[in-house]
């Protein structure tokens, strides 16, 4: 399966921003879907997943009440759509997939699949 993120870029505190994630080559509809994000000098942190038919939703507490996760799987594409942004959200931003989900796998990077090539959000003060 490949990935590609857009929609990322440069913006002020308080914008917001919409991502997108287009999967091809797959079943894109068997893979639950998870955003993560890397700061420089940091490792890859879990920010949401949205389940197989997009029922279900779990966030990071950092992101909780800010970010929305959803998925068109008829689109074969996820979204992370992120308002009030803070300058602690600049980071690159990557979509992952991944066959099973639950406890601890749901937040560790290796256990998912798939990943895009990232793209770089850059939130200024």
């Known amino acids: 399966v490949q990935l590609v993120e857009s929609g990322g870029g440069l913006v002020q505190t308080g914008d917001s921003l919409r991502l997108s994630c287009s999967a091809s080559?797959?079943?894109?509809?068997?893979?639950?879907m998870g955003w993560f994000r890397q700061a420089p000098g940091k490792e890859r942190e879990f920010v949401a997943v949205?389940?197989?038919?997009?029922?279900?939703?779990v966030y990071a507490e950092s992101v909780k009440g800010r970010f929305t996760a959803s998925r068109d799987n008829d689109k074969n594409t996820g979204y992370l759509l992120m308002d009030s942004l803070k300058p602690e959200d600049t980071a690159v931003y990557y979509c992952?997939?991944?066959?099973?989900?639950?406890?601890?796998?749901?937040?560790?990077?290796?256990?998912?699949?798939?990943w895009g090539q990232g793209t770089q959000v850059t939130v200024s003060s």
């Open positions: 080559g797959g079943t894109f509809s068997s893979y639950h």
């Open positions: 949205v389940s197989l038919s997009g029922s279900t939703t």
């Open positions: 992952g997939l991944a066959i099973f989900i639950g406890g601890t796998k749901t937040y560790t990077a290796n256990n998912y699949d798939y």
